[in-house]
């Protein structure tokens, strides 16, 4: 099991950009899917991105297609998420996760960050 540390958060106004990132805290990456997940206080937890371990399967929610872009590096065991032209309906805390087995989604994660948080402004 791995745990899992966000970073890259923060206050933007509505049109700015953010890049978040994921990574380890305790060795690398299981060698299957990673997802991004957001959830607004109140709401159900949505799922934004996911990307498999090769990176040849990708995934994105429909909102956030064309403005947002998940990637992940293997060689520095780390998974980004670069959000651009953000609107005040993005503001969330943002979760990384993982899966530690293969499974049928990518984004069915186990393992979970802490979150951080983005807020974007109007």
């Known amino acids: 099991q791995v745990a899992l540390v966000e970073s890259g958060g923060g206050q933007v106004q509505a049109g700015g950009s953010l890049t978040l990132s994921c990574t380890t805290s305790?060795?690398?990456?299981?060698?299957?899917?990673m997802a991004w997940f957001r959830q607004v206080p109140g709401k159900e937890r949505e799922s934004v991105a996911a990307?498999?371990?090769?990176?040849?399967?990708?995934w994105y929610t429909d909102s956030v297609k064309g403005r947002f872009t998940i990637s992940r590096d293997v060689a520095a065991n780390m998974m980004t998420l670069q959000m651009k032209n953000l609107l005040h309906e993005d503001t969330a805390v943002y979760y990384c996760?993982?899966?530690?087995?293969?499974?049928?989604?990518?984004?069915?994660?186990?393992?979970w960050g802490q979150g951080t948080e983005v807020t974007v402004s109007t």
């Open positions: 305790d060795g690398p990456f299981k060698g299957y899917a």
């Open positions: 990307i498999a371990w090769t990176g040849l399967s990708i």
């Open positions: 996760a993982t899966q530690t087995v293969p499974r049928r989604l990518l984004f069915e994660c186990e393992v």
